[in-house]
């Protein structure tokens, strides 16, 4: 059964700092891409971040030097680190992993930014 846990979404006050963790089970998580999508009320999901399975990273242009994703393998686990935090940024976060067709999502952590 794979499982994508995502932690880390809190209340925080701008230009605050936040890192978010997504566990993986259930797959192989060597092989996997893996990325970090935000969905704001009445908006639809977007893509923040990804990594590929060698570590090529790759950011939205509203987020690029202030976020960095990052993995560690041993732990089955990806990271966000968010800098820097605006308000625009307030969303729940979901973590996503994809190899081929094979495609598996977390169930959010919210993130809120407050001014």
């Known amino acids: 059964q794979v499982q994508l846990v ?6 925080v006050q701008t230009g605050g700092s936040l890192r978010l963790s997504c566990a993986a089970s259930g797959i192989r998580f060597t092989i996997y891409a893996m990325g970090w ?4 009320p009445g908006k639809q999901r977007e893509l923040v971040a990804t990594i590929t399975g060698g570590g090529t990273t790759n950011y939205a242009d509203s987020v690029k030097g202030r976020f960095t994703i990052s993995r560690d393998n041993a732990k089955n686990t990806v990271y966000l680190q968010m800098n820097n935090l605006e308000p625009e940024d307030s969303a729940v976060y979901y973590c996503r992993a994809t190899f081929v067709r094979l495609d598996y999502w977390g169930q959010g952590t919210q993130v809120a930014v407050s001014s």
Not at 37 to 40: H, L, M
């Open 6 to 11: 995502e932690s880390g979404g809190d209340l």
């Open 37 to 40: 999508y935000r969905q704001a």
